[in-house]
């Protein structure tokens, strides 16, 4: 299903900010520096289920359960 990797990007960063702004820049920022540019992806990217396989590790190194 197409968008699924911008569908746990958003999760992760709305988990981990909670509505801060500035957290929600930390994350993002962190998802970058482990080669993740959440800006690449949209509702309509298909899914590279490495890629998905990645945001999902991240994910967990992160401590947030999707």
Same mark, same amino acid.
């Given at each position: 299903?197409? &968008? @699924?990797?911008?569908?746990?990007? @958003?999760?992760?960063? %709305?988990?981990? #900010? *909670? &509505? $801060? $702004?500035?957290?929600?820049?930390? +994350? +993002? %920022?962190?998802?970058?520096?482990? &080669?993740? /540019?959440?800006? *690449?992806? +949209? #509702?309509? #990217?298909? $899914? /590279?289920?490495?890629? =998905? ?7 967990? /190194? =992160? &401590?947030?359960?999707?």
């Amino acid at each position: 299903m197409p &968008g @699924e990797i911008k569908r746990v990007i @958003e999760r992760i960063i %709305a988990l981990r #900010s *909670r &509505g $801060d $702004d500035l957290l929600v820049h930390t +994350t +993002t %920022a962190k998802l970058i520096f482990k &080669g993740v /540019d959440p800006s *690449r992806y +949209t #509702s309509e #990217s298909p $899914d /590279d289920p490495e890629i =998905l396989k990645k945001v999902k590790q991240i994910a967990r /190194d =992160l &401590g947030v359960k999707l």
